[in-house]
């Protein structure tokens, strides 16, 4: 299998490798699908990387550079500057080839490109709680849970943040969290920094002042 960044003369199979991936969802919700014209926008900004299996398009993964005054931008929950701010976007692995660690590959590939580039200081993501198999690999890369809220209309998500020029300080013991436990994350949890997913529960550790 080989890597190979992807351009827009790739959108039909990247649009058929979204279906293929959104129909097994047990739960629909977990995949945000993207528009024809999205998944173009994130293409041409370059942050692409797709898996090829003896030509077929196997997995991509994205990133994407979101307006400066986008509505709900990420930066505003982190305090950081927006114009420094990329997001980790859409990943999607076609089920034969699930369990191959493709996700997690992909995105160190992606952060390796965006840190050479120097256009950028902090890379975002946002997860559906419920989405394990999604904040794993967050937490793999290196993402840290910083708060959750309700986002895009009511939906509760993860903000999850990854400063590339800094450490995170944190401070205390850990506090482990169900995973669904929405009332603590949600009320208590902007104190508090997720470190990692340990069984059903995330490892918490106060913020410093």
């Not at 690999?137 to 509760?156: A, N, V, W």
């Not at 208590?188 to 920094?193: P, R, T």
């Amino acid at each position: 299998m080989e890597f190979e960044k992807l351009s827009t003369k790739n959108i039909e199979e990247i649009m058929q490798l979204q279906d293929r991936v959104y129909e097994v969802l047990e739960q629909k919700e977990v995949l945000e699908k993207l528009s024809k014209e999205e998944m173009e926008s994130c293409l041409n900004q370059g942050y692409v990387t797709g898996v090829f299996d003896n030509g077929k398009l196997a997995a991509l993964r994205m990133m994407y550079i979101p307006s400066l005054d986008e509505k709900e931008h990420l930066a505003d929950d982190v305090g950081v500057p927006r114009d420094r701010s990329i997001y980790s976007e859409t990943s999607l692995v076609d089920p034969p080839y699930r369990g191959q660690g493709l996700q997690t590959k992909m995105g160190e590939y992606l952060i390796k490109q965006v840190k050479e580039s120097g256009d950028f200081d902090y890379i975002f993501s946002t997860v559906m709680p419920v989405n394990l198999a999604s904040l794993k690999d967050k937490f793999r890369l290196g993402f840290k849970i910083m708060r959750t809220r309700l986002k895009y209309g009511g939906k509760r998500r993860h903000i999850l943040y990854m400063p590339l020029k800094e450490e995170l300080q944190v401070t205390g013991e850990v506090l482990k969290i169900k995973y669904d436990n929405y009332d603590w994350m949600m009320n208590d949890g902007q104190n508090f920094i997720g470190y990692t997913l340990n069984g059903e529960f995330i490892e918490y550790y106060k913020k410093e002042n």
